[in-house]
């Protein structure tokens, strides 16, 4: 009897070892999918369970923030690579084997993302895909001032620092290393009002004020092409005073659409020596008040407002930036439309478009009936 079944438990394992040999080849042809997938997805998480070291290492200690962009139709093979080039994995083939392992290979998602080299590959991969909400999110607005982004820091329920601790690092007297400097031409003594690209963010969870500060840098100067800069120095401006510049149209335009003729009318006046006398710099010298960082300003203000920014009292462009500009509010500063203009104002059917005029007698024409 005992022969017998020893017999059967042979016979059984022989059918399963050619009915596995014959099969797997076409099982492993999956590609994550149905049977053969799943399969797969089996034997490698199997694999890697001889590797969980090398999972749990990270390339190195370094925390800075290191700029990665995904792109649409990106495979984790591709992704893998780009990882592999910019340092912040050592095995590109264990970082595809664990997001397949784990389906996040079809879940990575395009998008620019701020990576470190002291995540692991199941960290890296997770932020990726956005797998349970392992990226911290933040969105910074066009427009928005330094001590905005401070405020949005305090109401963001996952950042593990202040707003107090992010504006010590980009308020007045910021520091920069010597390579950031000198590509920002950041003035002594500024703050990085004007150099914290809007845009949604993705971060990784163990992020610092610093490391936030750097991402938000890294971002504009990957934004502002290097013919822009090019273009913006052959007509006699820094990135400095495009920034300033295109803060003021950023405050000034409602609608992208008419960025580069704001522009265009103050690039005309500053050619001609004429004051700016845009509102948003003397809003810019006002404390905030009443819920709002913008107060609305009277005409008192535009010489009471003592501030450096005022430029209804100084002539020139004022000393840096007074928000976030947006990268068409930037494009718009160097490459402003032509025309013979000097003057706008808000039209008058509520849309938050503007009238231009090339005269003051036509702007005052331009008025609101009210």
């Not at 290191?66 to 139709?73: A, D, I, M, N, S």
């Amino acid at each position: 009897m005992a022969k017998r079944g020893t017999c059967l438990l042979f016979t059984v394992a022989a059918i399963l070892f050619l009915f596995l040999g014959l099969s797997l080849p076409v099982l492993l042809s999956g590609n994550g999918g149905g049977v053969g997938g799943l399969l797969r997805r089996g034997l490698t998480r199997i694999a890697l369970l001889t590797r969980s070291d090398e999972l749990s290492r990270a390339i190195g200690s370094d925390s800075t923030p290191v700029r990665f962009e995904l792109q649409h139709g990106d495979t984790a093979s591709a992704v893998a690579q780009q990882l592999y080039g910019a340092g912040l994995i050592r095995d590109d083939r264990l970082f595809v084997d664990y997001a397949f392992a784990n389906g996040l290979d079809v879940q990575l998602r395009a998008g620019v993302y701020f990576l470190n080299q002291a995540q692991t590959i199941p960290a890296i991969a997770q932020q990726l895909a956005d797998a349970w909400g392992a990226a911290l999110r933040l969105r910074i607005f066009p427009g928005w001032r330094v001590e905005q982004v401070a405020a949005a820091i305090d109401g963001h329920n996952r950042l593990g620092f202040s707003g107090a601790e992010f504006l010590q690092l980009a308020g007045p007297n910021a520091w920069l290393d010597p390579e950031q400097a000198a590509l920002t031409g950041l003035p002594p003594g500024a703050s990085l009002e004007g150099y914290l690209f809007p845009d949604d963010y993705s971060l990784p969870p163990n992020l610092t004020a610093l490391g936030l500060r750097q991402a938000l840098i890294q971002q504009l100067l990957a934004r502002v092409t290097p013919r822009m800069l090019a273009d913006a120095a052959a007509q006699g401006f820094s990135l400095h005073e495009v920034l300033t510049l295109a803060s003021i149209v950023e405050r000034e335009s409602l609608h992208e659409d008419e960025d580069a003729r704001i522009a265009g009318v103050y690039r005309r006046r500053l050619a001609i020596g004429m004051k700016l006398e845009a509102d948003p710099t003397v809003q810019y010298g006002l404390a905030p008040q009443a819920g709002t960082w913008w107060p609305q300003i009277t005409q008192a203000h535009y010489r009471s407002v003592d501030s450096p920014w005022n430029t209804y009292l100084h002539g020139g462009l004022p000393p840096g930036p007074i928000a976030s500009p947006g990268l068409s509010a930037i494009h718009a500063a160097i490459y402003p439309a032509e025309g013979d203009s000097l003057f706008f104002r808000a039209a008058c059917d509520g849309r938050g478009y503007h009238n231009f005029a090339r005269s003051f007698e036509e702007h005052l024409a331009n008025a609101c009936n009210s």
